[in-house]
Each structure stands twice: as C-alpha cells, then as structure tokens.
C-alpha cells in the first residue's frame, strides 16, 4: 500500500549533504491504527487531514527531519461538557538512523531506502493534544448543584452550609481589635 508518509531518501543518503523538502496533506489514521479515545479525552479523528511540511536533510548516519506538522483535534470543554475543535501546530526536528546505537532510543528508522514519517507525525501530534481544553478563556461552567450552564444562563443557587461549620455563621467579633504582643 503507498503512503505519501513514505518518502524515498537513497539519493539524499548517497548526497551528504543534501537536502529536500517534502509537503503534503494526508489523512492522520488512514490504517485505523488507533483506537478512539473516550468520550472526556481530546483525540484525531483518522480521517481528519495533517498538513506535513519538513525538510529533509542528510548527515553522515541519517537525516534530520525538521519542520510543521498542522492538525485538527477534538474534544471535550473541561468546564461545561461543551464540544470542542482546536488546531495542533506543532515544530518538529527529529532523527533518522539506519540502525539505533547507544542513545538512539528516541530516534526513527530508515528502513529499504525509505522513512516512514506517520510515526512522526502521529508521535508529535499526540503529544500536542490538551489535555484539558476550554471552550474559551472565560467559560464559566455548570452549576455544581442544579447543572445549568452558566455560560448560557444563570441560577440562583446557593452553596449549602455545612451543618459541622454552621455555628461559626453566628460568630460575631465585636470591640477594639486584639492588641499585639511584644513577648518574645
């Protein structure tokens, strides 16, 4: 199966240095790799389109892979339940190796003269998604005792006094305030 996440480099790895660009737009699942998230969580949907524009550039040992990554997210409003959409853009500059050395872990593979940026992509984006998102700024939420939502209305609901905490309601301080004390 072709995927413009695959991209050929043997003539970038042949040309050190050299470089490349590469840009395109693509859908962020297209295999369906991923399963949906839950309901409260922010996510991609797989057929959303990720706009991808890098520059490849050759070392000796591998390529750099440095530039944007654009795609769109939803989720959940942390405050008052409404649905969210927001734009993740996210600057990446990451590795390509043949093989993974000592401290490669973090790294990604070349692999038949070829390197597969969805893992990349996939790998950015994820990391990018909030974790809880507002609606915006000022969402003022739902009521915590009736459940209205205040940014559309509002209630005259009142926080109900602790019956452990309600004599102190009655306590009153009258007269001149306490002196300080020098006593050390």
Known sequence: ??????????????????????????????????APRGVAETDVFPE?????????????????????????WHGTCR??????????????RERFVDERGPGDEETYLIEND?????????????L???LAPLCREDCRGLCPYCGIDRNEATCDCQTPID????????LRFTGAEPEESNDV
């Open 163 to 170: 019956p452990r905490w309600a004599t102190l309601d009655g």
């Open 114 to 126: 070829f390197v597969d940026l969805a893992p990349l992509v996939h790998d950015a984006i994820f």
């Open 128 to 130: 990018d998604l909030p």
């Open 79 to 92: 405050r008052c339940s409404a649905p969210v959409l927001g734009l993740s853009e996210v600057l990446v």
């Open 1 to 34: 199966m072709s995927s413009e996440y695959l991209v050929p480099v043997a003539q970038l790895l042949r040309d050190v240095p050299s470089r490349i660009g590469v840009s395109f737009e693509a859908p962020f699942d297209e295999a369906h790799e991923f």
């Open 48 to 72: 959303a389109n990720v706009r991808v524009a890098l520059s490849l550039e050759s070392f000796s040992g591998g390529l750099w892979a440095k530039g944007r990554v654009v795609a769109p």
